[in-house]
C-alpha cells in the first residue's frame, strides 16, 4: 500500500469511527448502496481528505474529522 492509500483507508477509518461515536453525524450520513470516495485537494493541489460520491452538500473527511458544510466533527 502506497502513503497516499494509507493516508485515504486512515480518512474512511476515522470517517467510520466517527459515525459509531456521534448519533447526529449518523443521522446526517445514511450509508446508501453503491457509494464511493474519492480524493479532495485543495486550489493549490494540497490534498485535504475524502469526500462521497453522493453527497450534496459534499462530506469532507479528513483523518481527524468530518466536515459537512460549516458543521464539523471531531
Not at 41 to 66: L, Q
Request: hydrophobic share 35%; glycine share 6%; net charge positive.
Amino acid at each position: 500500500m502506497t502513503p497516499f492509500e494509507h493516508t485515504v483507508k486512515r480518512c474512511i477509518s476515522t470517517y467510520q469511527r466517527l459515525r459509531s461515536q456521534h448519533a447526529d453525524l449518523r443521522a446526517v450520513t445514511a450509508e446508501p448502496p453503491g457509494f464511493c470516495w474519492f480524493a479532495a485537494f485543495d486550489n493549490t493541489g494540497n490534498f485535504i481528505g475524502v469526500v462521497r460520491s453522493d453527497s450534496n452538500p459534499s462530506i469532507v473527511v479528513s483523518a481527524t474529522s468530518v466536515k459537512i458544510g460549516h458543521r464539523e466533527w471531531h
